[in-house]
């Protein structure tokens, strides 16, 4: 772990594993070595976590993820590993700048947003607290597209984050599973009566594991990530080969290996696609067999104690074809009776929801389930009449409520409802937030809610405080452990010991700088990255989260608007400069979210280039929103946009990472905002906005028009819009952004919290004006402990 070593580590991997020498240019081979170093030191303690838990033999739990939004990796481990200084050191000693071989990393993009991020900061947070929890995902090729703006328009590229090599990953060929698809079932009757079901004439794959090392805190545990790539079988290639088509028996490999190609995009669009339904069985099938691979070698067939050793964490209902995979894998490859596995499987398997939005809720054609998974689709069916069986001796007569309850909606294509699935085949069914696991119990799951109530719990949300304030902002944790020691790092409600020093001047100036600093550091970025210059004095007023309408980045436009329309009338006593940055990408087929990335451009480009605005008020969208770029924004933000429709956001979680960091936040009394609120005070928190209730009530006979009506402001924005102000050589373009937010369907109702909005952002200003009290509430709002789960 010294320094010397670390250097003569580096030139090792440096000149005779990469064949590099000093006249190599690319900061990247030298970013390979360094981790090459890093991830030597993980491997023994690997090992030995391995063997811990092997002879703790206590519960242990699965985390089945299509998403694991991982980022970097290096700074984490470095970090986790204790080293940073002498990293720092042994870099310098070669001459390397460690800034830049960190920044050559390419993020591990593979998942969309929240709840993909949320999988990676949970087994972070395990690693520290030493549980014994593996994450399985699948190891796509591509993950998330990295995102262009070509005349203020999102451009998609591919993001081929594998093309240099994954220094962090092990290729485990000797765990390889085999996986079906397609084919038919065949039934037999042995000479006792006994059924057994064959599954028959398919096409296989295989599921080939690459493990990831997840090093705990400075504890010596180092967790696993298993991540599935899928490769053709021999046969398949033999079968075609022996016909004589050998040149077509080799494309045919790519049949199988598509199947983790790509990561999907969270898009309305992309629902129903096959290729997406064999991603999650390859997942559920290969991690479900590997756990029992495991199992078996251990206790032989007697699965007696399997339930009360192992658990599967579902994240989302997209892993949840797992609940009929268990029932197949149990009954078909290990005998046990139908009541045997149904025990066991209800015993396992638990379900994390992270949406309301119904569009949202997973279902899948019956006639595609059939053609691709046939004997889970049996299983689904036989699952579903079980459970109807138990609904309708809880509710005697109750037709109704067995065809809402049905595990299959009936309709000209029957569909299988997954969450319906997952909820049935779970033990447990959480929440991410406290009024989202309330709007579950109420709204969309209230028949299973009064059928199980002790099935249904809250698990709010966390993020790892390691990687969102230690790594990504070292100066401000050093503050804060020189102030009331490193405790912090791994109990999280320590920082409340950090209250009494809001009311220490000096503490006040330091916690000043250290921000100002970060805002420095993020003004450089955009320079580099992005060529525009900001004001470090100017409150810098941050929304990054992907782009959707139920988000409200229009909201923030029409403020941005309003407050560019007073500067043009002279309407400035008492102004408070403000940069306004908004980032986040648009999934590809999400046509409003793409013309609201173009809105923001072409609003930016009117602000930044008129004169008499200035520094008065900047507006800059941060193209290829990411993990490693929200490390260089949240330590740099004054004021964090969450400003969802009260009911929409399931949880939120950039809102805590920015928090921590000392940002203030506006928002709505939706998912997590509502306990940061009670856990930071009122009085540090800029509240606006109907509250779910309100939203719900309003729906039946909203009517934006006449509310933009009665607002002169309101008016002068929407007349901007409806001018062209925004589009002068671009006729129309923005006519369906008006239109919507004008419809009385609207049901994200930005025009109802506009004037709310408005006043709030004025609360901020008035706030940001007196500089003591401002620095005041960002120490007393970054810490007071707000923990969520992490
Ligand atoms: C669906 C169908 C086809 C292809 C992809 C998908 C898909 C992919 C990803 C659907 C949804 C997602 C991701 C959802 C998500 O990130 N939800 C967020 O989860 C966070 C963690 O709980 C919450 O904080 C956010 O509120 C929630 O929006």
Redesign the pocket.
């Known amino acids: 772990m010294d320094e010397e070593h670390l250097v003569a580590g580096f030139k090792h991997y440096y000149g005779h594993r990469l064949g590099r020498d000093e006249h190599c240019k690319s900061p990247h081979y030298a970013y390979e070595a360094l981790a090459m170093v890093v991830s030597d030191r993980l491997i023994e303690r690997w090992k030995e976590t391995y063997n811990a838990y092997r002879e703790a033999d206590c519960r242990r739990a699965f985390y089945l993820s299509?998403?694991f939004l991982m980022g970097r990796t290096l700074s984490n481990a470095m970090l986790n590993l204790d080293i940073n200084d002498a990293v720092d050191n042994a870099m310098y000693k070669l001459g390397l700048e460690l800034e830049e071989l960190i920044d050559s990393e390419p993020d591990a993009g593979l998942?969309?947003?929240?709840?993909?991020?949320?999988a990676a900061c949970f087994i972070d947070s395990c690693a520290t607290l030493q549980l014994p929890v593996t994450g399985y995902g699948l190891r796509y090729e591509y993950g998330m597209f990295s995102q262009d703006i070509v005349n203020g328009e999102q451009v998609e590229k591919p993001d081929h984050w594998l093309r240099n090599g994954n220094v962090w990953e092990i290729e485990r060929p000797e765990y390889t599973h085999r996986i079906k698809f397609g084919g038919r079932t065949e039934t037999h009757v042995d000479d006792f009566g006994n059924k057994k079901v064959y599954w028959v004439d398919t096409h296989d794959i295989l599921a080939v594991p690459f493990d990831t090392p997840i090093p705990g805190y400075r504890n010596g545990t180092v967790n696993t990530l298993r991540l599935w790539k899928a490769t053709a079988t021999e046969e398949f290639d033999l079968q075609e080969f022996n016909a004589g088509d050998y040149a077509e028996s080799v494309a045919a490999k790519n049949t199988a290996e598509n199947i983790t190609m790509v990561l999907?995009?969270?898009?309305?669009n992309?629902?129903g696609?096959a290729l997406?339904l064999r991603q999650q069985y390859l997942l559920a099938s290969a991690s479900l067999q590997d756990v029992i691979a495991n199992w078996v070698g251990r206790h032989g067939n007697d699965f007696s104690e399997f339930a009360a050793k192992n658990c599967f964490q579902l994240n989302?209902t997209?892993p949840s074809v797992s609940v009929a995979e268990l029932m197949r894998l149990l009954i078909d490859m290990y005998g046990l009776d139908w009541d045997e596995a149904w025990h066991i499987t209800r015993n396992t398997m638990a379900y994390?929801n992270?949406?309301l939005l119904p569009e949202?809720l997973?279902r899948w054609p019956v006639d595609l389930f059939k053609q691709l998974l046939p004997r889970l689709m049996e299983i689904i069916f036989d699952i579903n009449a079980h459970f109807l069986a138990e609904v309708s001796a809880h509710w005697p007569g109750d037709i109704d409520r067995l065809t809402r309850m049905s595990l299959i909606e009936e309709g000209p294509q029957q569909q299988v409802r997954m969450a319906y699935l997952a909820i049935v085949g779970s033990y447990s069914v959480n929440g991410?937030?406290e009024l989202?696991s309330k709007l579950l119990q109420q709204g969309l799951f209230r028949d299973f809610y009064e059928l199980w109530p002790e099935k249904f719990n809250n698990k709010t949300?966390g993020v790892t405080p390691r990687r969102w304030l230690a790594a990504c902002n070292p100066e401000l944790a050093q503050l804060i452990t020189e102030t009331i020691g490193d405790g912090w790092l791994t109990d999280l409600s320590q920082l409340k010991n950090l209250k009494p020093f809001a009311d220490d001047k000096a503490f006040r100036k330091r916690w000043y700088q250290v921000r100002q600093n970060a805002k420095e550091r993020l003004i450089n970025y955009k320079k580099q990255e992005h060529d525009i210059e900001l004001d470090a004095d100017a409150l810098f007023d941050v929304q990054v989260k992907?782009i959707?309408e139920y988000k409200r980045q229009l909201l923030n436009v029409l403020h941005v608007i309003y407050l560019y329309d007073r500067i043009k009338r002279g309407d400035t006593v008492d102004w408070t400069n403000r940069c306004v940055l908004i980032g986040g990408k648009a999934a590809p087929g999400y046509y409003m979210a793409k013309k609201i990335i173009k809105l923001i451009n072409n609003v930016a480009h009117v602000i930044n280039s008129d004169p008499d605005i200035g520094n008065k008020l900047k507006l800059v969208f941060m193209p290829n929103y990411r993990v490693s770029a929200m490390e260089k924004i949240c330590p740099g933000a004054d004021l964090s946009e969450q400003i969802?429709t009260a009911g929409k956001?399931?949880?939120?979680?950039g809102n805590m990472k920015f928090m921590m960091n000392g940002a203030l936040t506006i928002g709505t009394l939706d998912?997590?905002n509502i306990e940061i609120r009670e856990e930071v005070g009122h009085e540090n928190f800029f509240l606006f906005g109907l509250t779910e209730e309100q939203v719900e009530e309003l729906s039946h006979h909203y009517d934006p028009v006449s509310i933009i009506n009665q607002d002169e402001d309101l008016q002068r924005v929407m007349n901007l819009l409806e001018c062209g102000h925004f589009n002068q050589f671009e006729p129309n373009i923005f006519d369906d952004i008006i239109a919507s937010v004008k419809s009385p369907h609207d049901p994200w109702m930005t025009i109802a919290d506009f004037r709310s909005y408005v006043n709030a952002q004025n609360h901020v200003e008035e706030a940001y004006r007196d500089k003591e009290h401002w620095i005041r509430m960002s120490i007393l709002k970054a810490h007071n402990g707000f923990q969520g789960v992490s």
């Open positions: 299509m998403e998942g969309n947003g929240g709840l993909g991020r949320l999907y995009p969270n898009d309305a992309e629902n696609k997406r989302d997209h994390t992270h949406t949202a997973e991410v937030a989202h949300n992907r959707h969802s956001e399931a949880s939120g979680t998912g997590a």
